[in-house]
């Protein structure tokens, strides 16, 4: 069923799809599947174990890394910044949940008019926070909901004071390894075999070598690289309880109607009333969504190496049909 819809979409969308696609149901994988080329000049194909940089949805991962620490004991979400990063000592009552739900008001820096240009070079941890310091405050507390990269960043220096480990280091002891997710990664400057090569759409319709950025520059807020069976594996941890406890996840995916964005997390209701928590990302040359129905136990896997193709279109076209299937 799956197949046929999804074909069908791409066919009467004219689309050419580069990525993989994979749709699960409590544990099981209902169908998976790859599309277009990973390596355009080689005419390399996307496999379902292809690698792809997953851009935000990095984000999801680091509230997780940050959950799991408050269940530990060795933080909790009511804690000050400053507590943490003694440079923003002067951030005044800005937390944890601050960050979380991009409520800080700290400037955006993807949203600096040399960012282009500023994310060529690479940097280290110290050097992105000291960035995030000089920019001015976008608006002082309490803030408004504007999604900020900075605090996702702050994050991840968070977790590397609080635990002694590089970011990376925590991810594959306490998310990745745990879940079984062994071609997942922070991406650095280390060779990354099976991973796609980006491109983007020019306005002509054709497609590109993606423009270049150093990936230390995403770091905890864009940086991971996965696949799809991997972020399956992490889905599959997280609702089975083996991530995080069943009274922290409660907390995680709840929505009181309010707000829509908590601890790393999108959430709305589908076309069918039922309540659905998600993450998009994109970053040079990638795309990547997320989608998980929470009261059926579904989720939607869709990654991309054009940055153009929308991921999040495609995952809603499968979300609408696995709900007509579902009634």
Same mark, same amino acid.
Request: proline share 3%; aromatic share 8%.
């Given at each position: 069923m799956l197949h046929s819809i999804i074909h069908s979409y791409l066919n009467q969308n004219q689309e050419s799809f580069h990525g993989a696609v994979l749709v699960s149901h409590r544990g099981e994988v209902l169908y998976q599947e790859a599309f277009g080329l990973a390596n355009r000049e080689w005419c390399i194909p996307?496999?379902?174990?292809?690698?792809? $940089?997953? =851009?935000?949805? &990095? +984000?999801?991962?680091?509230?997780? =890394?940050? /959950? +799991? /620490?408050?269940?530990? =004991?060795?933080?909790? *979400?009511?804690?000050? /910044?400053a507590e943490y990063i003694p440079e923003f000592k002067e951030a005044g009552g800005i937390t944890l949940t601050h960050l979380l739900?991009? &409520?800080?008001?700290?400037?955006?820096?993807?949203?600096? !008019?040399d960012f282009t240009i500023q994310s060529l070079q690479r940097r280290s941890v110290d050097e992105l926070v000291a960035w995030i310091r000089s920019l001015p405050m976008e608006?002082?507390?309490p803030a408004s909901f504007s999604y900020s990269n900075s605090g996702y960043v702050l994050l991840g220096k968070i977790i590397e004071n609080v635990t002694g480990l590089t970011y990376a280091e925590f991810l594959?002891?306490?998310?990745?390894?745990?879940? @079984?997710? +062994?071609?997942?990664?922070?991406?650095?400057?280390?060779? %990354?075999?099976?991973?796609?090569?980006?491109?983007?759409?020019?306005?002509? =319709?054709? %497609? $590109?070598?993606? #423009?270049?950025?150093?990936? #230390?520059?995403?770091? #905890?807020? @864009?940086?991971?690289?996965?696949?799809?069976?991997?972020?399956?594996? %992490?889905n599959s941890a997280l609702d089975e309880g083996r991530l995080l406890s069943g009274d922290t996840l409660a907390k995680l995916f709840a929505w009181d109607g309010q707000q829509p964005y908590r601890?790393?997390?999108?959430?709305?209701?589908? @076309?069918?009333?039922? !309540?659905?928590?998600?993450?998009h990302g994109g970053i040079n040359g990638y795309t990547a969504s997320y989608l998980? *129905? /929470?009261?059926? @136990? &579904?989720?939607?896997?869709v990654l991309s190496n054009v940055s153009t193709m929308l991921t999040s279109t495609l995952a809603g076209v499968i979300i609408n049909a696995l709900e007509h299937e579902m009634c």
């Open positions: 996307n496999a379902i174990d292809t690698r792809f $940089r997953i =851009g935000s949805v &990095t +984000k999801s991962i680091t509230a997780l =890394g940050i /959950l +799991k /620490l408050v269940e530990a =004991g060795q933080i909790q *979400l009511d804690d000050r /910044l739900n991009h &409520t800080s008001g700290i400037g955006n820096i993807t949203m600096q !008019p608006s002082e507390l594959e002891r306490e998310i990745f390894g745990p879940a @079984g997710m +062994k071609d997942s990664v922070l991406e650095s400057s280390s060779i %990354l075999f099976n991973r796609a090569s980006g491109y983007e759409m020019t306005a002509g =319709g054709e %497609l $590109r070598n993606a #423009s270049y950025i150093d990936m #230390s520059n995403a770091y #905890s807020a @864009g940086g991971i690289v996965s696949t799809a069976p991997d972020l399956h594996l %992490l601890y790393g997390w999108n959430r709305a209701r589908t @076309g069918a009333n039922r !309540p659905m928590a998600f993450h998980k *129905l /929470l009261d059926q @136990g &579904t989720a939607v896997f």
